[in-house]
């Protein structure tokens, strides 16, 4: 039963953490027949729908389910992000208990299961089916970014077939890693670090017990749903949709970042200082030179920064009832940890901050229990970091380590932080705890980014690849953190003005507010020509430059279908050698590994990235260099392996070269396949 109700938040005090009273009539009684009935719908609707090949529709039902129970804020959208984090939440938790029983992630049991706990959590809790039926204009600001993001994303994609589509998964190194994460755990029916020798026949070891695997693990779970089975299709085909799975995680992250943003304002956030607010942020969102995490491969970063958006919104501001809290604060811990173990300080400090300024309002008396609950909760967060410390990480060593960064920009990171401590240091919102709550978090987040400044600073002499990442979550926190300047704002029109007046007027200063927004912070120039018709800063930044097809990976030659069909007929191994430059033959060998199902050959096969022939004759030097690694590559293998070059006197002269050696290393000339395009195309930068 759906029914409209209007929303405390909105008439809340200053202290704006009001949530929904309980119904007139109290609270529904339990009913055995009605648990039963629900219990069987828990499972016969996922079979029906994944048995007629329609499992996606499995997700908008169970957020919509688990969000009918949830008694969180009093708008519909707030409603359903607070439930799509928990069902993400939950997906990760569950997935200890999927990777280990009979049925691994198959849609049927896994969507079973989850439903199934909805029906038991608003039965034990006596909570009836319920949504706020209500909407803000705003919704089609936070709505709007997501498409608008997912427009410039998707669009240079359109009317490409599924080979040609693999110059923009294949962008870096760093994606093809991932990819092969995502399909080792659907291979295996769970987590990589629960099946670890199972898992190395398809990803690079150590990978599957050192890396987190919590995006992974959700992206194939939703894949499952995407297919209704767990039948991973042809490799090209599995590439196409992690690729748009990365991509629509993107959007969301930036439309999280607006809705955190407004969430945080709350009920004070109104009218035409909502759309500034809300359209600042998109502003910054859209010009942001984050969305050069998509062309550098950092899936986890996405996705790890979008989870940390909407914990931290929801911690700073907790408009929910105790039990929403917990559940929200739990879940939110451990999903991010699992997707990117080095945020976890960050949300270690969002909680402590959380329950720390919050503590009066939850009254937290049973401790007892919530003493329990926050042992259970570290300890099933941290069980793959425990894993992998005890297995062969270096945690020491991996904090230090080099490598291409997208750099988190200063501007936002300082200034940002140092606007949201002044919002939240303000009389108006320092007398509330939603303020209190945002001054503690941004000065712990803070302090924890500049502790690990200094750590790698006094180690390694400068700043380097993790301290970008871990800063990344300042800036989202710097972010959503804008929605405190917005109470400050004045809304000047006095309250006897005609209502349809007050009214246009509002919409008049939203519209303005937004556009001027993206004028100054995105550089949209409506039009207007640049200095000497140079580009503006709109169609020079990294979203434009991604949407023009301008962030490409040429991968070999004819767009990779030569390493997608060319090599269907080569058993075994294959080192594939079409060009003279080591990353391109590095790219072009694990690309091969991936699309024949054989990602673990890439460990010893790594070699490539020390092998510049191929493509054309090279020096004596270079060559006799390169022709060591191949053989390293072979005995590191230890089985019989093919070399596939492009160039047929490098190719005759290799076969000479490598006659007896064992294990046997075979050389097949695909004369035609040469790559010599510029190196810059085969790798996105610093």
């Known amino acids: ?231 991973l299709g042809t490799p090209v085909g599995a590439m196409n949709r992690y690729l748009l799975l990365i991509l629509a995680a993107y959007a969301l992250l930036g439309t999280a970042l607006v809705w955190g943003a407004r969430w945080i304002g709350g009920p004070r956030l109104r009218g035409w200082r909502t759309a500034a607010v809300c359209g600042t942020v998109a502003s910054l969102v859209l010009a942001s030179n984050y969305a050069d995490l998509v062309p550098h491969g950092f899936d986890s970063t996405v996705i790890g920064l979008l989870m940390v958006a909407l914990l931290t919104a929801f911690m700073i501001r907790p ?105 939240a240091a303000a009389p108006a919102n320092r007398r509330t705890a939603t303020g209190r709550a945002q001054l503690a978090v941004l000065l712990g987040t803070g302090t924890v980014i500049w502790a690990f400044a200094w750590y790698q600073v006094h180690s390694i002499g400068h700043v380097s690849y993790y301290f970008e990442k871990l800063a990344g979550t300042g800036v989202v926190i710097a972010l959503v953190s804008l929605g405190a300047v ?67 990976s040429d991968i070999g030659p004819r767009h990779g279908a030569t390493v997608a069909d060319d090599l269907a007929d080569i058993p075994g191994a294959v080192m594939v050698l079409y060009s003279n430059d080591a990353y391109k033959n590095l790219k072009s060998t694990w690309l091969a590994s991936l699309l024949r199902n054989r990602g673990g050959d890439i460990l010893p096969l790594y070699e490539t990235h020390w092998v510049n022939i191929g493509a054309f004759e090279q020096n004596e030097a270079e060559y006799q260099a390169s022709m060591e690694h191949v053989r390293k590559g072979a005995r590191q293998l230890g089985e019989p392996m093919t070399v596939v070059v492009a160039d047929p006197a490098t190719g005759e002269r290799m076969g000479k070269d490598l006659q007896g050696f064992e294990p046997r290393i075979s050389v097949v000339v695909k004369p035609g396949n040469a790559w010599g395009h510029p190196w810059e195309r085969s790798f996105p930068g610093t």
Request: charge should be positive.
């Open 319 to 423: 408009a929910m009832r105790t039990p929403e809290f917990l559940l929200v604060a739990a879940l939110g811990l451990i999903i991010v940890t699992y997707v990117y173990n080095l945020f976890g300080a960050i949300a270690g400090v969002v909680l402590v901050a959380a329950l720390v300024v919050h503590r009066r309002r939850f009254r937290l008396r049973r401790w007892p229990l919530y003493l329990v609950l926050a042992v259970v909760t570290l300890g099933v967060a941290g069980l793959p970091s425990v894993i992998s410390v005890l297995s062969q990480l270096d945690v020491a060593g991996a904090s230090n380590l080099g490598g291409p960064s997208v750099a988190a920009d200063r501007v936002l990171l300082i200034g940002g932080l140092l606007l949201g401590v002044l919002a």
């Open 1 to 231: 039963m759906v029914a409209a109700r209007s929303s405390a938040e909105e008439t809340a005090a200053p202290d704006d953490l009001s949530v929904p009273a309980a119904p007139s009539g109290g609270r529904p009684a339990r009913s055995l027949p009605a648990l039963g009935g629900a219990l069987l719908a828990s499972w016969l609707l996922p079979a029906a729908l994944i048995s007629t090949g329609l499992g996606i529709v499995l997700l908008p039902l169970l957020v919509l389910a688990v969000a009918s129970v949830m008694r969180v804020g009093g708008v519909l959208l707030d409603r359903l992000v607070a439930a799509a984090l928990v069902v993400a939440g939950g997906v990760v938790v569950l997935g200890l208990l999927f990777s280990v029983w009979p049925w691994g992630i198959d849609p049927i049991p896994t969507s079973g299961v989850l439903f199934s706990l909805v029906v038991l959590a608003g039965w034990t809790g006596r909570r009836a089916p319920r949504l706020p039926l209500r909407f803000r204009p705003s919704d089609l600001m936070v709505l709007g970014t997501g498409a608008v993001l997912w427009h410039y994303l998707h669009l240079p994609l359109v009317g490409k077939g599924p080979e040609w589509r693999m110059e923009f998964l294949a962008t870096a190194e760093d994606r093809l890693n991932h990819f092969s994460y995502f399909v080792g755990i659907e291979h295996v029916g769970g987590y990589n670090f629960l099946h670890q020798e199972a898992a190395r026949a398809y990803l690079m070891g150590p990978g599957e017990v050192t890396y987190p695997q919590g995006s992974h693990f959700l992206l194939a779970w939703i894949d499952s749903l995407l297919r209704s089975s767990t039948d």
């Open 486 to 552: 917005g109470p400050l704002l004045r809304a000047g029109t006095p309250a006897r003005t005609p209502v349809l007046r007050r009214r246009a007027g509002d919409a008049v200063l939203s519209a303005v507010s937004v556009v001027t927004a993206l004028s100054l912070f995105a550089g949209v120039q409506w039009g207007m020509e640049s200095f000497k018709s140079g580009p503006s800063a709109w169609d020079g930044n990294r979203l434009m430059a991604w949407s023009r097809g301008e962030s490409w």
